[in-house]
């Protein structure tokens, strides 16, 4: 229990100096990894890869561009779909 206080930031002067002092400080950490995540993810709609190649503006993961490199407008339509 005297764990899940200090994580918390429950045992401080304050609760809302508690909290951020404590778990409320890795927010912004979780924040940045989503954002960077969100960023770097492939643009294809419902494709989860990390992507590298950049089509046009986009950029798409190695499944959806192999070697047989989709047109631009292939590209647009599998995002807007």
Request: hydrophobic letters at 40%.
């Amino acid at each position: 229990m005297d764990t899940l206080v200090y994580v918390l930031g429950l045992n401080n002067t304050g609760l809302w100096y508690g909290f951020w002092s404590g778990i409320g400080s890795d927010l912004s950490l979780f924040g940045a990894g989503i954002a960077f995540y969100l960023r770097h993810q492939c643009h294809v709609r419902w494709c989860g890869r990390v992507a590298r190649v950049p089509i046009d503006g986009h950029v798409v993961c190695w499944r959806h561009h192999p070697n047989n490199p989709p047109s631009a407008a292939a590209i647009r339509e599998m995002t807007n779909a």
